[in-house]
């Protein structure tokens, strides 16, 4: 979201929502800083960008699915939109029958709002620069099925501010490179590389688990398992990842983390021109930390190679498939993503794990059943299926990734509407997930049961409504890691604590780039 940028544009058309036409007549008004107003008709073509509108020049036909009236409004106001919703979920009365799932209209109060006027699928404006919003996900299969999956990138709008953060990374690239990485990364995580990872996660959860006892035993039960969950994520990557002890690899972390923030945890003005000069104290600080975490880790990838390391970074040097700077933005893609999503997933588990203390019993019986009073075996994870179940429900309920973003690289056409090259697609994950029309009028409730007959979809009623970890040829490639660290360090936790809610949780999720509880997740934790 970016703030006010003094412009206000609307697009006005005279279909009947959740249709398609070929053409649409669009009427835009072109509101300056200091009050003016000009309106222009906008047809007899089939696209227009934001340069040709405001000179008055462009009269185009806009050939794109939209709802009626695709509005857009005054970033302002979204921004004090977003504010007031998130007061009103910051109570510090935290009785579960309070805290609602909800959660679509406080982490996209904008998108919430113009959606129930305008439909699933509309233009919107970020400064200069057009997306089309989606939320319908039959659009959204045709639009990325087969051949038409190749025909999309990642949005140039965004590239500048995350190179830093991913470089050249797997989830950056596109066309020939990706496939390239993708072929080199995906056998790291095949079934044997899992298998002998699966021992690396120990150590540091227990870790973990031994601090709560302490912490516990000195009278102070509460806990923010969120910070605590962070942190021992960060350590099980970083040895998966490297071969490190969790002391080595915590300065790559604390760094990633900084950048993040530094990145991310501003008022963004995506779209608006010279806005990379305007920040530039900010692209300093982030290019800085970007270059010390890329002497960080060569010193470290060299490291590596004398020792003949058995890690993740280890199985991509080997061959010089990816060169050197490959190399290092593949480990910053691990670092940063083989860590926050796992964290976050386990982090929203124990939150409504504790409202719903029932699930937690459900889940102990059956590690008890699975694993007896042994140690936990990798090739016994897979009989936890009710775990499943919950891990799925709680990756639709907060998915970690609530949205996703992509670029047409050439001209696509979905049912007769033609998309052109270089439009930008906004897709709302959370709206999906959040959809009555596709889970029925029980979806903001918590019900891992849903998973039961259905282990893949839940009963959704659309084979692409439920998209935790992407979609289509980009889905995410260490989805059986997290699903493996899921297993394996929620299996240790429950059979050494319980959990409940802390008087002190207000519940406030919010995005810092991934969706996460604004102010950390305090519990009562209690030994067993």
């Known amino acids: 979201m970016i703030r006010d940028s003094g412009v206000v544009i609307a697009a006005t058309g005279n279909q009947k929502a959740h249709t398609y036409p070929e ?22 073509t089939h696209w ?9 020049v462009s009269h185009r036909i806009l050939t794109c699915g939209a709802p009626t009236e695709a509005l857009i409004d005054g970033q302002m106001q979204n921004a004090k939109m977003k504010i007031a919703s998130k007061k009103k979920n910051t109570n510090d009365d935290s009785s579960s029958s309070l805290i609602s799932h909800d959660i679509h209209s406080t982490v996209f109060p904008y998108f919430s709002r113009w959606q129930k006027s305008h439909g699933k699928v509309f233009i919107y404006w970020l400064g200069t620069e057009p997306f089309l919003y989606v939320a319908e996900p039959e659009f959204l299969k045709k639009m990325s099925s087969k051949v038409q999956g190749k025909r999309w990138g990642k949005p140039n709008v965004f590239k ?40 690396l996660m120990v150590e540091p959860a227990t870790k973990m688990l031994r601090r709560w006892t302490t912490v516990i035993n000195s009278g102070k039960p509460k806990i923010d398992v969120e910070r605590d969950i962070t942190t021992m994520a960060g350590e099980i990557i970083a040895r998966a990842s490297f071969g490190l002890s969790c002391e080595n690899g915590s300065e790559v972390f604390q760094k990633l983390k900084a950048m993040q923030i530094t990145l991310f945890n501003h008022n963004r003005y995506v779209g608006v021109p010279f806005s990379r000069w305007i920040f530039q104290k900010k692209n ?9 975490i890329d002497q960080v880790l060569l010193s470290i990838m060299e490291d590596v190679e004398k020792k003949k390391n058995k890690c993740l970074v280890g199985y991509l040097m080997e061959g010089e498939r990816l060169n050197g700077r490959e190399v290092v933005d593949e480990c910053k893609t ?29 889940l102990r019986d059956e590690i008890t059943q699975v694993f007896g009073d042994g140690e936990i075996h990798f090739s016994k994870l897979a009989h936890l299926n009710k775990m499943g179940w919950v891990m ?11 949205n996703a973003q992509r670029q047409a690289r050439e001209d696509i056409k979905v049912d007769g509407v033609i998309i052109p090259k270089g439009t ?44 935790p970890f992407g979609f289509g040829g980009r889905m995410c490639v260490g989805r059986n890691w997290t699903l493996m660290e899921y297993k394996v360090v929620l299996s240790l936790m429950l059979n050494s604590f319980s959990f409940s809610l802390s008087p002190t949780y207000r519940h406030s999720p919010s995005i810092l780039l991934s969706l996460r509880p604004t102010y950390g997740l305090p519990l009562i934790v209690q030994p067993l």
């Open 23 to 44: 053409t649409l007549k669009v009427q835009v008004r072109v509101e300056t800083c200091c009050g003016a107003v000009k309106v222009f008709n906008v047809e007899n």
């Open 48 to 56: 227009w960008n934001a340069k040709e509108i405001r000179s008055g």
């Open 160 to 199: 500048h501010d995350r190179k830093p953060m991913f470089g050249s990374g797997l989830v950056m690239v596109e066309g020939d490179d990706w496939v390239r990485h993708r072929h080199v990364i995906t056998p790291a995580f095949s079934p044997p590389n899992m298998k002998a990872m699966a021992s």
């Open 284 to 292: 300093m600080e982030a290019k800085k930390l970007g270059e010390e």
């Open 334 to 362: 691990f670092f940063f993503g083989g860590h926050e999503t796992t964290a976050l997933l386990l982090t929203w588990t124990l939150l409504l794990l504790a409202m719903h203390p029932h699930w937690q019993n459900q």
């Open 392 to 402: 799925k429900e709680v990756l639709r309920l907060y998915s970690p990734a609530p």
């Open 424 to 467: 930008n697609i906004w897709i709302d994950t959370v709206a999906m997930h959040h959809d009555p029309a596709l889970w029925g009028d029980d979806v903001n409730e918590f019900r891992p049961e849903r998973f039961k007959d259905d282990q893949v979809y839940g009963g959704c009623k659309h084979e692409v409504g439920f998209m």
